[in-house]
């Protein structure tokens, strides 16, 4: 559980929720069950809201337990623990409680053992039955707002490839504050993500930052904002990359990647004009090329101009989001770049009426 929680930067609570119903679903397969009932009860729904309240979960989060969600059902949630107890007691079921509920070291137990009992002798005895109404009031209003949330949310919101991305022109039809709801809505959808009043705060601030702003996210995720977008996704740790030599006639994988090199007479060369290769000078070339990623201070001098250009701003002027640079190679010849692969080549290798040798460079 420990290890669980901590690889996925959760709570050992929210770890052994993920766990706990990852085996309810489990179970249900093998039995052939569609439905899965547990156990909640008037009193959950109390500290769920009270919970939530003070994490800051959003109207979502104080609208309570629901009594349905997909194939979860909850039929005991109209029922307080001591109806429960008693009718154990009077037809002398046995039942057993669980030892870590004693203990005030976790958040929900803290506000069962201490912080209900408080409010119930000092201000509603009631207190269980009043957030259960008020619940169902949220509820209700929850779901007018989600109402509206999903007829602009397919507009403004796509997911590819295990990544969320946020179109930021939302802010400008609809304003800021319909943000909130649009995180939430998405990280629950996509990554079965508990969204928080602290992670909204985070989200909102990364929002009004410039451009090539990272954040970390509870639940292992990480945020990005971009030129125009706010794209989140599981966090990956960054691995190095070696360079990577390699000869004409050789060809080399790499990140998923093939990258190829053919050298031969411009003479006896024919050329389709399918734009998936790029056709270089190699009169002034070496045998071995260097295939590597980008780094500050590089430069080169981009086709169709006569001066030196760094990398970094030729990847701005191309508009390659931020996301992405960290990501780009270059191809280098005699310590030289030649080629900022994928977008431009070096004009001091641009083909000529003098060149003797043509060189052929693409990736598949």
């Known amino acids: 559980m420990k290890s669980f929680a901590k690889a996925n930067k959760l709570s050992i609570e929210e770890a052994a929720r993920f766990l706990r119903y990852g085996e309810f679903r489990s179970a249900a397969e093998k039995t052939g069950c569609n439905k899965i009932l547990t156990a909640h009860n ?14 800051g979960a959003g109207l979502a989060g104080i609208s309570g337990i629901p009594i349905e969600r997909q194939n979860i059902i909850r039929p005991l949630l109209s029922l307080t623990k001591d109806e429960i107890l008693e009718y154990l007691h009077v037809n002398k079921i046995q039942y057993r ?11 929900r137990n803290f506000i069962r053992n201490k912080i209900i009992p408080a409010i119930k002798e000092g201000i509603n005895p009631s207190l269980d039955e009043t957030l259960e109404r008020s619940s169902e009031v949220f509820r209700t209003s929850s779901r007018l707002v989600f109402s509206y949330i999903e007829k602009i949310f397919k507009d403004f919101v796509l997911f590819e490839n295990g990544r969320l991305e946020v179109d930021l022109e939302i802010i400008d039809e609809f304003g800021e ?8 809505k998405s990280l629950r959808k996509y990554f079965t993500y508990e969204f928080s009043f602290d992670d909204y705060l985070k989200l909102i601030a990364l929002v009004r930052n410039q451009t090539g702003k990272k954040i970390e996210l509870s639940g292992g995720l990480e945020a990005f904002r971009s030129r125009k977008k706010i794209l989140i996704g599981v966090k990956v740790e960054e691995k190095e990359f070696d360079p990577v030599e390699i000869k004409p006639g050789e060809s080399k994988e790499f990140e998923g990647k093939t990258l190829s090199i053919e050298i031969s007479q411009r003479a006896n060369e024919q050329y389709s004009t399918a734009k998936k290769y790029e056709l270089i000078s190699a009169d002034d070339l070496n045998d071995l090329f260097v295939l590597r990623k980008w780094k500050p201070g590089d430069r080169f001098i981009p086709l169709g101009m006569k001066g030196f250009k760094k990398v970094s701003d030729f990847l701005n002027e191309q508009k390659v989001p931020s996301v992405q640079k960290k990501d780009q190679f270059v191809l280098e010849n005699n310590n030289s770049i030649i080629w900022v692969v994928g977008l ?13 040798k043509v060189c052929k460079l693409w990736i598949n």
Request: charged residues 35%; proline residues 0%.
């Open 97 to 107: 409680i669980d030892s870590t509920n004693l203990s005030d070291d976790f958040q």
């Open 42 to 55: 008037m009193n959950d729904n109390t500290e769920t809201v009270l919970l939530n309240l003070f994490k």
């Open 344 to 356: 431009r080549i070096d004009n001091r290798v641009k083909l000529t009426e003098k060149t003797k």
């Open 177 to 184: 504050d319909v943000l909130g709801e649009i995180f939430m």
